[in-house]
């Protein structure tokens, strides 16, 4: 039996990560691997850094491709090989003509939601613009969504399986940018790193559109350190990279702007 307590000590996601344990104790038992439902950034954090002082059982977390946020989580004893090719996934393209009526990622989460789809079955989801989505899922669901999944907003789709390889991922276009600040708060290397006002991007952290590491930050005097990732809902993400001090006693930063 795994230490749950002590694991569970400090965690966020107390719910999830009780599930991913009694997960972890039954591939111990049966020698099997166990596959998870999909899970949020802020979730997978948390795994990872629970399961790197164990040495029973390993893990690997996979979504479809690299940069993916939502993934599932594979668990098996550390005698049994484990790689992503154990994560059984499904990627379904949903078709319509969006050119009069786009819709969002919000607009396809709800259409699938509404047919009784939870949001653990589901993991990305690629907007197309006008041709439709394209959205990766746990297998046992595909046939569902295929027969069920006839409209999104005011648009007849058609949904169909297609490989994975056939996904729609572009590499993140990236951005070298270095900047000099008086502190590490959050507000100050945001602001520097995506291109905005101070005071915007404080009303962004105050309201709730800002994350650090995938944990949600309301106070724009975080301090943000050297490794942490910063996401702002509607700009991308940013990477804090080498921080060194100025003779004046400043922070010269290191960031890497993804879009």
Not at 105 to 110: E, K, N, P, S, V
Not at 145 to 169: C, D, F
Not at 232 to 256: A, D, H, N, W
Request: one cysteine or more; glycine letters at 6%; aromatic letters at 4%.
């Amino acid at each position: 039996m795994l230490p749950r307590e002590k694991l569970l000590k400090e965690i966020k996601n107390r719910e999830a990560i009780s599930l991913i344990i009694d997960q972890a104790e039954i591939a111990l038992k049966t020698w099997e691997i166990i596959v998870s439902d999909f899970l949020c950034p802020s979730v997978i954090n948390e795994v990872q850094r629970l399961f790197q002082g164990l040495t029973e059982v390993e893990i690997v977390t996979w979504g479809g491709y690299s940069q993916a946020e939502r993934q599932r989580v594979g668990i098996a004893r550390t005698e049994i090989s484990l790689n992503t090719s154990k994560i059984p996934l499904t990627v379904l393209h949903i078709a319509g003509n969006f050119l009069f009526d786009p819709a969002n990622h919000r607009d396809f989460l709800t259409a699938i939601s509404g047919i009784g789809i939870v949001r653990e079955k589901m993991g990305d989801i690629v907007v197309l613009g006008e041709r439709g989505a394209q959205v990766i899922v746990v297998p046992e669901i595909a046939e569902f969504l295929e027969n069920s999944l006839v409209q999104v907003r005011s648009v007849p789709v058609k949904t169909h399986s297609i490989a994975l390889s056939e996904l729609n991922i572009h590499a993140p276009r990236t951005k070298k940018i270095t900047t000099v600040e008086a502190s590490m708060r959050l507000d100050a290397v945001a602001s520097a790193g995506f291109g905005i006002s101070r005071s915007r991007m404080a009303n962004a952290i105050n309201s709730g559109d800002v994350r650090v590491n995938w944990k949600d930050i309301t106070q724009a005097s975080h301090a943000v350190e050297s490794g942490d990732l910063i996401i702002v809902r509607g700009k991308g993400r940013l990477e804090v990279g080498e921080v060194t001090i100025t003779k004046k006693q400043r922070y010269r930063i290191q960031l890497t702007r993804l879009q």
